[in-house]
């Protein structure tokens, strides 16, 4: 069941919507009936299990997966791109726990961002979250930006966990 | 079944304490529509044997209930119905009922925001129902759901988000709200069974959002959050928002059943009186 992948370490403040889609996002097998396509680097890990290698799969163009020396699963999506520029993501699991989840790479030169107002600031701003870590199912967000995310994070999940990508 | 709706202001893993993900949930993505459009079903523990492979099953039908919607409504696609209408090669009355049903409800938002919902914003012979159908279709994916026994479930169509039951007995279903100026970042969250939620923004497609009284793009609000009782409206009145600016507060406050998030070009945050 799913109660491996309740546990969640948040590193920073910068994470919470790749986090929203962390936990929801993540098939634990492939749906029935459907095969896997690729051959899945190993999940759950148990002791002795041996991976059958660390580097990128050859066809796998810019996601790659790899073991830490404490035996979790590092898997990378490949750069996704918006059109204010790019992200790609990290996730860290533990057989199918996700133990992190993090930027390696983003550019943005979303022009609005230099016209934001730290003076601006309302009773809505109580319900912030500041780097502890958001506990949610789902996100919702103007399209490119949740759309680039999800791509990224998803494909470091499917690549993590073997699962077929939806066509 | 009851509407539940609660915002949550001590966000962090403390807060979901007792009201963990539950198990049982699973998730599907797809690319449709242009964007990614996930999934999530929750079973609980006296699911049948194969509700495993039943729910599967249902999600495939509701994604194919989606990819007909896009091939339907795309004005990117120039076999559409909407295209060839646009065009000039089929008649409104030879069109599916489906696509007479969503140019009414156009009709309908165009009136009912001031015109501000303008499926014409582009010009009149630019018919463009995407404000509306993204959230009617996902609405129509998540009621095959149901329908096929799904009870607890959300569809996520690019950020328009309808939920159905909840994930778990004593959980509802949390909904992060994301900062359209701080990428990754979430500028609240709200927890809800059986609502839509949907949010557009100027982020959405850079300054896509047209103002059909002015002919340019709106710019004053970068993201507007709409939820309430059906995506379909949630999703076309934010997008009217966006394209009203600053008067959409007022608007949006009039609304009965519909609460909204806004957030300024200038970072600024507001919301209606009952906005969790």
């Given amino acids: 069941m799913t109660r491996a992948l309740l546990c969640l370490v948040a590193t920073a403040c910068a994470l919470m919507l790749l986090l929203a889609y962390r936990v929801p996002h993540i098939p634990l097998a492939p749906p029935v009936g459907q095969s896997v396509a690729s051959s899945p680097p190993p999940k759950g890990a148990g002791a002795g299990a041996k991976p059958s290698g660390a580097k990128a799969p050859s066809n796998g163009p810019p996601a790659r997966w790899a073991l830490s020396d404490r035996g979790e699963l590092q898997a990378v999506g490949p750069p996704v791109g918006w059109p204010y520029g790019h992200v790609q993501v990290k996730v860290t699991l533990e057989g199918s726990r996700i133990l992190d989840v993090a930027v390696v790479d983003m550019a943005t030169t979303n022009p609005i961002s230099r016209y934001r107002s730290r003076a601006a600031v309302s009773r809505l701003r109580g319900s912030v979250l500041s780097g502890q870590g958001a506990d949610v199912d789902v996100v919702t967000g103007a399209t490119y930006t949740s759309d680039a995310y999800l791509r990224s994070l998803q494909a470091a999940l499917d690549m993590a966990h073997g699962t077929p990508a939806g066509g | ?276």
């Fill in chain 2, 1 to 276: 079944m009851a509407r539940r709706l609660a915002g949550d202001r001590a966000a962090g893993p403390a807060a979901g304490a007792g009201g963990r993900p539950a198990e049982g949930l699973r998730s599907w993505v797809r690319q449709i529509m242009g964007t990614a459009i996930s999934i999530a079903t929750w079973t609980g523990d006296g699911g049948l044997p194969d509700a495993t492979a039943a729910t599967a099953a249902a999600v495939e039908r509701a994604f194919a209930e989606l990819r007909a919607a896009d091939e339907r409504f795309s004005p990117f696609k120039p076999e559409s119905q909407i295209s060839r209408l646009r065009d000039g090669a089929v008649r409104l009355e030879r069109c599916d009922a489906e696509v007479r049903e969503v140019l009414a409800l156009c009709e309908r938002l165009r009136r009912d925001t001031g015109g501000y919902f303008d499926a014409y914003a582009a010009g009149p012979d630019r018919l463009d129902p995407c404000g509306v159908v993204k959230g009617w279709a996902a609405e129509r994916a998540s009621d095959l759901l149901l329908e096929a026994g799904v009870a607890a479930h959300y569809v996520n169509a690019g950020g328009d988000v309808r939920l159905r039951g909840q994930p778990g007995p004593d959980r509802l279903w949390r909904i992060g709200i994301a900062d359209p100026h701080r990428p990754g970042e979430l500028i609240a969250t709200v927890r809800a069974s059986d609502l839509g939620i949907a949010t557009s923004g100027i982020a959405e497609r850079g300054a896509h959002v047209l103002d059909p009284h002015r002919g340019a793009p709106a710019v004053e609000l970068a993201s507007v959050t709409v939820v309430g009782e059906s995506l379909t409206l949630a999703d076309a009145y934010a997008t009217a928002a966006v394209a009203m600016g600053p008067i959409a507060l007022d608007w949006l406050a009039g609304l009965d059943g519909y609460e909204a998030l806004l957030v300024a070009a200038d970072g600024a945050i507001s919301g209606t009186p009952e906005f969790p």
